[in-house]
């Protein structure tokens, strides 16, 4: 089946391809650096993958003559947000408050991860309270 | 949701990305709509419609009861 191309040959696969390809050099990039104790080289690597990947991906469609994403991309992606943050929600209510109350009665000690973890989580979701809020406000 | 834009579509001739083109979104957003997978905005069913010069009601059924 004939996949629509623009003027460019630029078709919606090859979108796809070139975004994940450069973002998916710059996190290879990233572990190799560290592998072989290039820091600094797999840094550089890695902000130029997620840099030129995250503009492509941003750019191409406002540029791109044929749509590379649409209504339904839209749609998936509210899906998809909606439902890492009912996963994220749930098992944040369903743990973390018991994990606290263990800490405190001295059963366990939250480990440093597991409270970057609880305050990582924490801050998506007052993200996402705000960009809700900016949302609703613009529509 | 219903509908018979696979069939129109072949009627016309159609492949599904050249349908895509002429109204503007992917073909997998086509593909999607023949398989009953993706109902389409109300904008997109205005477009499908007046690119099959019929209603909306002509190619989707809400199967309402």
């Given at each position: 089946m004939s996949e629509t191309r623009t003027e460019s040959g630029f078709t919606r696969q090859t979108y796809r391809r070139v975004v994940y390809g450069v973002v998916?050099?710059?996190?290879?990039?990233?572990?190799?650096?560290?592998?072989?104790?290039?820091?600094?080289?797999?840094?550089?690597?890695?902000?130029?993958?997620?840099?030129?990947?995250?503009?492509?991906?941003?750019?191409?469609?406002?540029?791109?003559?044929?749509?590379?994403?649409?209504?339904?991309?839209?749609?998936?992606?509210n899906r998809a947000s909606g439902l890492a943050m009912g996963i994220t929600m749930a098992?944040?209510?369903?743990?973390?408050?018991?994990?606290?109350?263990?800490?405190?009665?001295?059963?366990?000690?939250?480990s440093g991860t597991i409270g970057g973890g609880i305050l990582v989580a924490s801050a998506l979701f007052l993200l996402y309270g705000v960009c809700l809020g900016i949302v609703q406000r613009r529509s | 949701m219903q509908n018979n834009l696979s069939k129109r579509r072949q009627e016309e001739g159609l492949s599904q990305g050249e349908l895509a083109e002429a109204v503007g979104v992917t073909r997998q957003t086509i593909?999607?709509?023949?398989?009953?997978?993706?109902?389409?905005?109300?904008?997109?069913?205005?477009?499908l419609a007046a690119y099959f010069d019929c209603s909306i009601e002509d190619i989707f059924d809400p199967q309402i009861e």
């Open positions: 998916g050099i710059g996190i290879l990039g990233l572990l190799v650096g560290i592998a072989l104790e290039h820091h600094l080289l797999g840094t550089v690597v890695y902000l130029l993958g997620a840099w030129i990947g995250g503009g492509i991906a941003f750019l191409a469609p406002r540029w791109s003559d044929t749509p590379l994403q649409d209504e339904r991309d839209y749609e998936l992606h098992l944040g209510l369903s743990i973390v408050p018991a994990l606290y109350v263990l800490d405190a009665g001295g059963y366990m000690t939250i | 593909n999607a709509i023949e398989r009953d997978r993706y109902n389409p905005s109300l904008e997109l069913a205005f477009k």
